[in-house]
């Protein structure tokens, strides 16, 4: 559905986005990461053919975001950071004259406008004046309008930033179901979300692509945390951590003769929890705490960011 | 088509839905019946009924009022165009959905054009009034709105091409009104340049242009230099609505 390759975006001597390339197929819901600055914003605007990239190339639905700039537009629906509205216009008014904008009459935009304002719950407030609306009926708006013409791909630039519990809640629900037709980007710091929304996710990190991958490998290749709580001298236990195959990042801290340890485990496939029991029993040290933290995408996300 | 069509109604109700345009209107109204009063009552004194004047020849473009008037409606009309599309956002939206860079422009183009024409409508009035009680030279009021038609065509895109521009309604309307103002004084250059150089300045001022107008001539010449100079800041509307993905 996607096809990005060695995508470059400078802004004058600032390069934002520097040679991502990254593909997503056809009914796949994708989560764009990154810091504030990543460059996701950029990404999303050249994929919505609203800025030109200074070179590389992005393929929507078999279409040239440049040369076939129009074509591409008609396949997507896009819904931008902050959901910029006329203020002046009525929350109806405005995805009607959306619709029309996106081809839609008759019959047809009737039924469609009928189905966004219910997907999106905005009956309540149809009649509202956009300049009126709470931040969380804004968003709402958003999304109708990138609804409003059925298009294949929706790419969201933070669709839930600024809703309250429910209305978050509500929002991932409408795209958890809109996702099972349609392929979906989208971008957000809550990752949370995306865990519970996106099949695969794409980090990016100072104009680059930091990793991309499934939810799982993304973790699974995540360093676990393992900790243990030994009545050991610190300074055996230790040398005894830093013995391990693969530790890295060891710490102690020492508090009433027990000893905390934790080491994250570089070797994915290697589990050192046994290797210490047999140490800790060897040397007859009573332990009272082994366990395994299981890497989340908030430990995937902050280890790879912060490289 | 359609899309302009869309685009079009969009900002035509804008301009009826937000306080500039009625603040334009009710000023643009009150300023030219003050003109129109002042200019019978000034022509019905016992010195100047001698004179055979017409009062439209003189209230299109013989005044002051009129070319500044024309300066700021137009400046405050199109100011909006672009520069608030810009600030708030929305212009990513309307980027984003299936419209070329010409609708868009065409669009909010023809919609300021429409209403400040409309806003002539209720002058047609003084037309009638003073027709019920002294002969009227027709021709001259008819030279005059095409004149006053062509002329607000120019400024219109003059003022989108300047909103295009900028971030700031506030900047768009000054930096407007006051090229409009330049390119009003470029009548009085002519005076001051070497004779090579007159036919030129002469050709390219506005009121030289406006003359045959006012005087109840319909010029091919003026009809091709306003026609021209529209198109002209359109053309460079369009482009710099584009040159605005590039920065």
């Not at chain 1, 390069?15 to 764009?32: C, K, M, N, P, T």
């Not at chain 1, 680059?208 to 499934?214: E, H, K, L, P, V």
């Not at chain 2, 008037?69 to 608030?84: C, D, G, Y």
Request: charged share 20%.
């Amino acid at each position: 559905m996607v096809i990005v390759e060695q995508l470059v975006k400078t802004y004058g001597p600032v390069l934002a986005v520097d040679h991502i390339s990254f593909a997503v197929q056809a009914g796949e819901v994708v989560g764009l990461l990154g810091p504030n600055g990543a460059g996701k914003t950029t990404t999303m605007r050249m994929l919505t053919c609203f800025m030109p990239a200074t070179s590389g190339r992005v393929r929507v639905a078999g279409y040239d975001v440049f040369t076939d700039s129009a074509a591409v537009r008609r396949q997507l629906g896009y819904m931008p950071e902050n959901v910029p509205l006329y203020p002046e216009m009525r929350v109806s008014e405005y995805l009607r004259y959306r619709a029309k904008l996106k081809g839609l009459r008759g019959q047809a935009l009737e039924e469609r406008l009928r189905f966004v304002i219910d997907a999106c719950e905005l009956g309540e407030v149809r009649t509202r004046i956009n300049d009126q609306l709470s931040k969380g009926n804004r968003q709402r708006v958003g999304l109708a309008d990138a609804l409003i013409s059925d298009p294949d791909l929706l790419i969201l630039d933070e669709p839930t930033i600024g809703l309250d519990p429910n209305q978050v809640r509500r929002v991932r629900e409408l795209i958890l179901e809109l996702g099972r037709h349609r392929t979906i980007i989208l971008s957000t710091h809550i990752l949370s979300e995306v865990e519970m929304m996106c099949q695969r996710v794409i980090i990016m990190h100072q104009g680059r692509i930091a990793a991309q991958d499934t939810m799982a490998n993304l973790r699974s290749s995540t360093k676990r945390l393992y900790r243990c709580e030994v009545k050991a001298p610190a300074r055996e236990l230790d040398l005894l951590l830093r013995a391990l195959p693969g530790a890295t990042e060891v710490t102690l801290t020492e508090q009433g003769g027990w000893a905390h340890g934790t080491l994250r485990c570089a070797l994915p496939d290697t589990d050192p929890r046994e290797q210490l029991g047999a140490a800790v029993r060897a040397k007859n040290w009573a332990l009272r705490l082994l366990d395994v933290h299981e890497p989340t995408l908030e430990d995937a996300f902050v280890e790879i960011t912060a490289r | 088509m359609r899309n302009f069509w869309t685009l079009y109604k969009r900002e035509l109700l804008t301009l009826y839905l937000t306080p500039t345009g009625y603040i334009v209107m009710c000023v643009f109204l009150g300023v030219l019946g003050w003109v129109f009063w002042l200019l019978v009552r000034v022509l019905n004194l016992p010195d100047m009924v001698k004179i055979d004047t017409d009062v439209f020849s003189i209230m299109f473009g013989g005044t002051f009022f009129y070319w500044i008037v024309l300066a700021a409606i137009s400046a405050a009309l199109t100011m909006r165009l672009f520069a608030e599309e810009y600030r708030t956002g929305t212009i990513e939206t309307l980027m984003t959905a299936p419209v070329s860079d010409t609708q868009v422009v065409l669009g909010k183009y023809l919609a300021a054009l429409s209403f400040l024409l409309l806003m002539w409508a209720p002058t047609v009035l003084y037309v009638v009034v003073l027709g019920r009680y002294a002969t009227v030279d027709y021709g001259v009021v008819f030279s005059g709105y095409i004149g006053t038609a062509l002329l607000c065509a120019m400024l219109t895109a003059l003022g989108l091409l300047v909103s295009s521009c900028t971030r700031s309604q506030f900047v768009a309307f000054f930096v407007s009104f006051v090229i409009i103002l330049m390119l009003f004084s470029l009548n009085f250059m002519q005076n001051i340049v070497s004779p090579g150089w007159r036919a030129l300045y002469q050709y390219v001022s506005v009121l030289e242009q406006f003359k045959e107008f006012s005087a109840g001539v319909l010029d091919s010449c003026s009809f091709v230099y306003f026609i021209s100079v529209t198109l002209l800041l359109l053309f460079a509307t369009v482009k710099s609505v584009e040159s605005h993905k590039w920065r």
